[in-house]
């Protein structure tokens, strides 16, 4: 699975769209883009994923770049109970029963919403 | 409600007392997978199970057995914990080998803590 780097840390004020980015240069055709959050010691939470076109739901819109080498997860309006930590992954999807692909998390952006 | 539910949330047990946590999820999934989680070190697969009686060893197996002997159910045990397996513990499931649009569901932690 394609390498993500993504900042340390960013901060977000309430209300504000907070928007967070992910490299991954290495991301190879049958990589889909997923994104993680996890609430302090909670557990992982779905946010989103996608391919190449950029994708919205209830939570967030993740935009693509047309090369597919980064992406952007963004949340709409902010609130107090977004600060999380978001993970930025790339894999495929399983095709076969003998290859159960793990999801590897990296050490993701720890998002801080300010009132 | 579609969940993935540990059990305890928080255990301290002694050195070499075995003990197993309980992870039961009510969406059908085939896949199950449990993850340990460690300061600096992220979160790590430790054991996978792609169906009933289908179990395989993650990144980290060792000192963990696993079973699944129900498709809603996949304990792990620890038949003589060490204080090295003091973490936070997730287990998280998903339908088959292909992930559904909404990725991995994983459960609340367990917060183990070996004396």
């Known amino acids: 699975d394609a390498k993500t780097t993504q900042p340390t840390s960013m901060d977000c004020a309430e209300g504000r769209a907070a928007n967070l980015p992910c490299n991954h240069s290495t991301i190879s055709g049958n990589e889909y883009v997923y994104w993680y959050r996890q609430i302090h010691s909670q557990g992982p939470q779905y946010i989103i994923h996608g391919l190449k076109n950029n994708e919205t739901n209830e939570m967030a819109s993740l935009i693509i770049t047309e090369d597919r080498k980064s992406s952007t997860l963004i949340l709409p309006h902010a609130t107090l109970r977004d600060t999380a930590v978001y993970y930025c992954?790339?894999?495929?999807?399983?095709?076969?029963?003998?290859?159960?692909?793990?999801?590897?998390f990296g050490s993701g952006t720890q998002l801080t919403v300010l009132p | 409600e579609a969940q993935v539910t540990q059990n305890p949330r928080y255990l301290i047990t002694v050195t070499g007392k075995k003990l197993t946590v309980t992870c039961s999820q009510n969406m059908n999934h085939e896949y199950m997978s449990w993850y340990r989680q460690d300061p600096g070190l992220g979160l790590r697969q430790i054991y996978y199970?792609?169906?009933?009686?289908?179990?395989d060893k993650g990144d980290v197996p060792e000192g963990y057995k696993v079973s699944r002997k129900e498709k809603r159910n996949f304990p792990l045990i620890l038949e003589s914990p060490s204080p090295n397996q003091t973490s936070l513990y997730f287990c998280?499931?998903?339908?088959?080998?292909?992930?559904?649009?909404?990725?991995?569901?994983f459960g609340s932690g367990t917060r183990l803590t070996v004396v």
């Open positions: 199970s792609m169906n009933v009686e289908v179990t």
């Open positions: 992954i790339v894999r495929v999807l399983p095709i076969s029963s003998g290859s159960a692909r793990q999801l590897t």
């Open positions: 998280a499931s998903s339908t088959g080998t292909v992930v559904s649009n909404y990725g991995y569901t």
